[in-house]
């Protein structure tokens, strides 16, 4: 069956546009998370979907990030402003009850 | 505050050898689980095997095992008969209650023929 999803795979952006990075989990995965992982580092918690609502956003570095999953499925990360800080690679990552978790190829952002 | 640790930022193992990678945790959840994640030079994050907090024995996948120390908080995980194809990051994990992961620095596993 088909994996976790996420487009687009590279994004290049310039400091200050506003950039949405969507995520197509496995489908009838409730649990969808949302990661950021930048060089050399592991993945770092930003947000956790349960169903259509964010049950925990402490991992959003501020209010220029922002994710939705309106009908609890499809997600998308939304960053406004963007900063130079922000190039990194997204993960998304999708779960049948929020336990072991099967991640998506992630999206490359770079913000110049 | 670091949650998960990682001590080996490198490791070489000879091909069909086992290897060890360590894994440290800090929590004081009562109920937690524990994972390992392999990453290739492409960057997909692979599930390798799970270890729950209250499990009895320690978990098994294949050539994987998870050697799970509650007391010490630790989590190291064994490859068996490495092979090529191992070669990649190896990261740890925790879950802890609220379904937060934390993830480790990762460890680079180098598998030497």
């Known amino acids: 069956g088909a994996g976790v999803s996420q487009t687009p795979s590279n994004k290049v952006t310039e400091k200050g546009k506003y950039v949405e990075l969507r995520c197509d989990p496995i489908s009838g995965h409730t649990a969808l998370y949302w990661y950021r992982q930048s060089l050399g580092q592991g993945p770092e918690f930003l947000i956790y979907?349960?169903?259509?609502?964010?049950?925990?956003d402490s991992g959003l570095p501020n209010d220029r990030f922002f994710a939705v999953r309106p009908e609890g499925s499809v997600s998308t990360l939304k960053i406004q402003r963007t900063e130079r800080g922000d190039s990194a690679v997204y993960l998304c990552a999708s779960s049948p009850g929020g336990d072991t978790q099967y991640f998506g190829p992630g999206t490359r952002l770079t913000v110049l | 505050a670091q949650k998960i640790t990682q001590t080996q930022p490198g490791m070489f193992v000879q091909e069909k050898e086992a290897v060890t990678l360590d894994c440290t945790y800090d929590?004081?959840?009562?109920?937690?689980?524990l994972f390992w994640y392999k990453q290739p030079s492409s960057g997909e994050m692979i599930f390798l095997i799970y270890q729950g907090s209250y499990d009895q024995q320690n978990a098994t996948e294949g050539r994987y095992s998870l050697n799970f120390q509650k007391a010490r908080k630790s989590a190291n995980l064994v490859i068996s008969a490495s092979q090529l194809g191992d070669s990649a990051m190896y990261f740890c994990a925790m879950r802890r209650t609220g379904n937060q992961f934390y993830f480790g620095t990762g460890t680079s596993l180098t598998v030497i023929p």
């Open positions: 929590t004081s959840d009562p109920s937690y689980g």
């Open positions: 979907f349960q169903g259509t609502g964010a049950a925990d």
